[in-house]
Each structure stands twice: as C-alpha cells, then as structure tokens.
C-alpha cells in the first residue's frame, strides 16, 4: 500500500515548456486534489476531481489543466511553464469531501527559469 | 471567503514544556478542522480531525480542541520533544479545504 505517490519529484523547467506531473493513490480514494505550497501562502487548491472523469477549478487554476481518466491517477498539466509557477505541487486523496482525513503525497519541487 | 490564521508563525521552545498552537477561522459553517505536521521536504502527514459536531479530539500527547462559535482551534502538545519540530498547519473544511499559513515549531534539547 503505496498511498499517494507523486511524480517526478524535482524537475527544472525552461520558461514555455509544458510538463506533466503524476499523481497515483492506491487507496480507493473518490476524490484527488492538487495544490501548490508557497513561502507566506500556504497550500492553495489548483483543481480537485470528484471522482473518474471529472474535474473542477479550485481557488489558482490559471495556468494548468488535469485529468482523471482513471480513479488511481489524477494528471496535472502545465502547458507553457512560467516562472510563477515555481512552487511544491501536493496532490491529495480523501474518501469524501467532508468527513474524512485527507492523505498527502510526498511533493513535488518544481523550478521554472 | 473563509480564511484561516495561525499565530504565532514561529515558535521555539525547551525540551519538556506544554505548549499550544492556535488556530482561526472566519466562517463557522465547516464540516471539520484537521491538523498536520509538515517536516521539511515531506508532505503532510494528518495528525487530528475534528467534526463539527465534536469539541476535541486526542492523540497521544497532542489534544485539538474546536470551538466553532467563536472560529478557534488549539492543538496542546504535552512534553514537547526535539522530535516534534516541524510546521504544523491546521486546515478547515467548509466546502474546499483551507489551510492557515502554518506555525513552524522549533524544541530545543
């Protein structure tokens, strides 16, 4: 039991690339969501998913896009990579949306130049 | 717009004291408030969640207390420990989840 599993964990991107990061759960969670931690910000929400095959906006999803083609894997797309989008993206799995613990996966550290 | 706010950002402390982190929030219409610990280059690992319907809730040497009339939450760390330093971020369900800034706890030895 894996629990959430995100990849890759460090990358290093040129302004305009495009890159996609992995996120894997193994424990049958309905809902899968998407932040990124900044200095004196906090964990703000990029997108959720409700579960396979949909998705939603969450309060920062300018500059991304995800899918949920499968329950265990929620994709987050970057298209054209910008240097305000340096950040560690967490992705997260929970069984429902309002009574149970969330579960975090390890991060990734993304650097835009 | 709910916002959550944690005081004091830092905190530094000896080894064996009791200690408590605070924790408010602007709307009092949430599902629960969970409480993390964030050790430096990791992910959030849960450490208490507490309904709306419940005032506290234990673990250990941590107690979360929920006090959702007046938008506040404390988590009392008993005989703090070097091991317990790391950023602990309290989050609040009401709709989205949303996270306060974080206190980043220091014990020294």
């Known amino acids: 039991n894996a629990g959430v599993t995100q990849t890759p964990k460090f990358r290093v991107l040129k302004t305009g690339q495009s890159m996609t990061l992995l996120c894997a759960q193994d424990m049958n969670h309905e809902y899968m969501y998407w932040y990124r931690q900044d200095p004196g910000m906090g964990l703000r929400l990029i997108h959720y998913?409700?579960?396979?095959?949909?998705?939603a906006k969450g309060e920062v999803p300018d500059g991304y896009n995800v899918s949920r083609l499968k329950k265990q894997n929620f994709l987050l797309g970057l298209e054209s990579a910008a240097p305000s989008q340096t950040s560690v993206y967490f992705c997260a799995g929970s069984y429902d949306f309002s009574g149970n613990t969330i579960y975090f996966g390890e991060g990734s550290w993304l650097t835009v130049v | 717009k709910q916002e959550v706010t944690q005081i004091p950002a830092a905190l530094s402390v000896p080894e064996g004291e009791n200690l408590v982190l605070n924790c408010s929030f602007t709307d009092s219409a949430i599902y629960n408030l969970q409480w993390f610990r964030q050790d430096p280059g990791k992910g959030l690992t849960s450490l208490l969640l507490?309904?709306?319907?419940?005032r506290e809730q234990t673990s250990g040497r941590l107690n979360a207390s929920l006090d959702k009339s007046s938008g506040r939450s404390t988590l009392y760390i008993a005989a703090s420990q070097p091991g317990d330093s790391a950023t602990y971020l309290c989050a609040v369900r009401s709709g989205k989840l949303i996270f306060g800034q974080g206190t980043t706890l220091q014990v020294k030895p």
């Open positions: 998913s409700v579960g396979e095959g949909t998705t």
């Open positions: 507490i309904q709306s319907s419940q």
